[in-house]
């Protein structure tokens, strides 16, 4: 039996103290700490949309860097939601797969009720800034900015979600680089047009702007896909390689 003031033992060797948990040996209790990546390893630059007359299209190139380094060269982030909704997202590419795997099963539920019910381009738009601001809400950020274009109604909508959930609709939308340099020709031309453009100037219209990203974004590639809704349907096409021009470079002097 023992003696009253006996120091009292653990209930087994290196056991934990009351309200511990159990250090198991050669390991340090700093390593069970839930750690979250703050930073995104492959990124795809810039999304752009443009609603024309009758519809809305969006553009991405296709190229997934791996820091500076143009690593992946087949990274589509343009994706077919369903006949009346598609979405192009930026950031990093493994948070695009995930948010488009968990799209693909809401629209595969959805078809499965046949209820005469689809997914609808502002049901997207708003469950996403949902979705975006919860995970920035744990301090582990889907590290994605989303665009989502589509037809509601008969009307075309194009919205902007980025990783804290800051959320707006446009008819003329750029993400990453692109917000800098391909959003001012994007508006030009629209308001020139007084939002009227055909499907097809609004298509050349974003290659313009992908040409002169290539030319001026380290992040872009010459390679890129197209996604257009319409009321007959909508459809991701490429990948399609830009026309350019490097001529200028022999009028270059100075840097020998």
Sequence with gaps: MRCVGEISRPLWQNGPSPGQVYNFPSTSS?????????????????????????????????????GSLARFRQ????????????????????DFQFLSEVIENKVI???????????????????????????????????????????????????FVDK??????????ATGYGAYIALPLLRDAYEKAKGKLSEQ?????????????????????????????TKDGATVEGPFELDTNWDVGLLVSGYE
């Excluded at 703050?38 to 609603?51: D, E, F, H, K, Y």
């Excluded at 982030?77 to 909704?85: G, T, Y």
């Excluded at 804290?164 to 939308?173: D, K, L, Q, S, Y």
């Design 30 to 66: 700093n390593n069970r700490l839930a750690t979250r990546s703050m930073n995104p390893i492959t990124t795809g630059t810039s999304v752009l949309g443009i609603a024309f007359d009758g519809g809305v299209a969006l553009a991405a190139d296709t190229l997934g860097s791996y």
């Design 109 to 159: 539920e959805e078809e499965c009720a046949d209820d005469g019910q689809n997914l609808k381009p502002k049901a997207l738009y708003c469950w996403l800034t949902r979705v975006l601001y919860n995970r920035r809400s744990k301090f582990d950020p889907l590290w994605n900015t989303c665009v989502v274009g589509g037809l509601q109604d008969g009307e075309p909508f194009l919205g």
């Design 75 to 94: 990274c589509r982030r343009l994706m077919k939601v369903n006949s009346s909704v598609i979405m192009g997202a930026s950031g990093d590419y493994a």
């Design 201 to 229: 100037e609004a298509k050349n219209l974003l290659v313009d702007c992908l040409r002169v990203l290539y030319y001026r974004d380290a992040r872009a590639f010459h390679k890129y896909d197209i996604a257009v809704v």
């Design 164 to 173: 804290i959930g800051t959320a707006f609709a446009n008819p003329h939308i």
